[in-house]
């Protein structure tokens, strides 16, 4: 050991640095995933991994940079706004490198050139794998079973609050032709970027609390890039989605591509216009069928009244003549009253007055008068009438006799 040569740190910096520099003389392609990207003073840094294949072990790490001209370059001739549409954190790229040795900063990649198509295609891979396993759970068609009301007006929309479709799919709703009104509620949430998933999951969580209040949750976006479609490609996002207890509607603004959750949704349109125009189409259905079945009743009525007209006339007829019947049949008995009437009350009269006869010479007979003509008296005493001997008291005694009364004394 004591004879062994010893270099100073910046003589092992240099060394190390010409052996990139001979080894790796050009730029070279490598594939990774994006584990961290942070931009500063222009410049966007960039952690690069490769993970084991199965599981999330990480088996090589490096960082590298992208210079602000160089972005600027590459945005230029992609068409890309790079750190939107691609640079991201999870994100498999493959990116042409140089490699740049910093004695006092150490390795960094510093990319020069990258390749879109091979982030796109690793975006497919993981869609299409994620497409299998809902398919396995059944969930692909598990929102498309829940029951749409006939017309739905009751909305949680969850979009950006700045976004151009939300302004258009509202605009679209209050400007109907048919005066259809539409009660909408607003959940706010990121439509771009890692954020998307968990902050409409979170929204779905509070109008799942609130599904009464509700006829169906509409999820809108503006137009963008292929890149875009990557947020709405969350699994856990679709899963959400899949068991929501309302239909989910879809409009996140992409004419060609479809995402993993236009897959799972209730119904998924184009563009955030284009779930209006649905919605409002619903109603214009549900309208078009009422009044259909309205010309349905009318024609129908018509034609059973046509049909039955012959008979209802006969009934009528019928009718007519059953109360001319009645009218004529009451008349004659009327009339046969009518005349027997007086009969009838003289003969009433007449056992009245006989009756009558019979209850005056009832009366006449049973006066006390009559009694004391044929030589009765009435004896009472001090107001009682007296029957019996032994009801007599000490005192006078008035007898009534017919022609008279005279009074007596019992001592």
Do not use: C
């Not at 990139?20 to 500063?40: D, I, Y």
């Not at 598990?142 to 006939?150: D, H, I, K, L, S």
């Not at 003969?347 to 209850?359: G, V, Y």
Request: net charge neutral; hydrophobic share 40%.
């Amino acid at each position: 050991m004591a004879n062994s040569q010893t270099y100073r740190l910046s003589e092992l910096a240099n060394f190390v640095r010409r052996v990139f520099a001979l080894n790796l003389p050009e730029a070279v392609w490598v594939t990774a995933e994006l584990a961290q990207v942070n931009m500063s003073r222009g410049h966007l840094w960039l952690t690069l991994v490769e993970k084991e294949d199965e599981g999330d072990g990480i088996v090589a790490q490096l960082e590298g940079v992208v210079w602000e001209r160089q972005l600027q370059q590459l945005q230029r001739s992609y068409g890309l706004k790079l750190t939107k549409d691609l640079f991201q954190d999870g994100m498999s790229v493959r990116l042409r490198v140089s490699t740049s040795f910093h004695a006092r900063y150490g390795l960094r990649l510093v990319v020069e050139d990258l390749d879109p198509t091979h982030t796109i295609g690793a975006l497919e891979q993981r869609r299409q794998r994620t497409l299998e396993r809902l398919a396995a759970a059944n969930l692909l068609d598990r929102n498309a079973q829940q029951t749409m009301p006939m017309v739905p007006h009751r909305l949680a929309v969850i979009s950006s609050e700045t976004a151009a479709g939300l302004a258009d799919f509202n605009r679209q709703l209050a400007n109907n032709q048919y005066g259809y009104a539409f009660k909408t509620s607003m959940f706010s949430a990121a439509m771009q970027g890692r954020q998307t998933g968990p902050e409409i999951m979170t929204r779905l969580r509070q109008i799942a609390r609130r599904r009464t209040d509700y006829d169906a949750v509409i999820i809108v976006r503006g137009g963008g890039g292929r890149m875009d479609l990557a947020a709405f490609d969350d699994e856990d996002l679709a899963v959400a989605v899949a068991e929501f207890p309302r239909p989910v509607i879809v409009g996140i603004g992409h004419e060609t591509d479809v995402s993993v959750l236009d897959s799972v949704a209730y119904q998924s349109l184009k563009t955030p216009t284009a779930a209006a125009v649905y919605l409002l189409e619903l109603g214009a259905q549900v309208e078009y069928e009422i009044l259909q079945l309205g010309r349905s009743i009318e024609y129908a009525g018509r034609t059973i009244l046509a049909r039955e007209a012959p008979r209802l006339d006969r009934y009528m007829e019928l009718s007519h003549r059953l109360a001319n019947n009645v009218l004529q049949t009451e008349k004659s008995r009327l009339d046969r009253i009518t005349s027997e009437l007086p009969i009838i009350a003289q003969r009433s009269l007449q056992s009245a007055e006989q009756r009558l006869d019979h209850l005056g010479q009832l009366l006449t007979a049973l006066r006390p008068e009559t009694t004391l003509a044929r030589g009765y008296a009435l004896i009472n005493q001090e107001g009682r009438l007296i029957t019996r001997p032994e009801d007599i008291e000490a005192g006078e005694v008035e007898v009534q006799l017919k022609e008279g009364r005279l009074k007596l004394r019992k001592e």
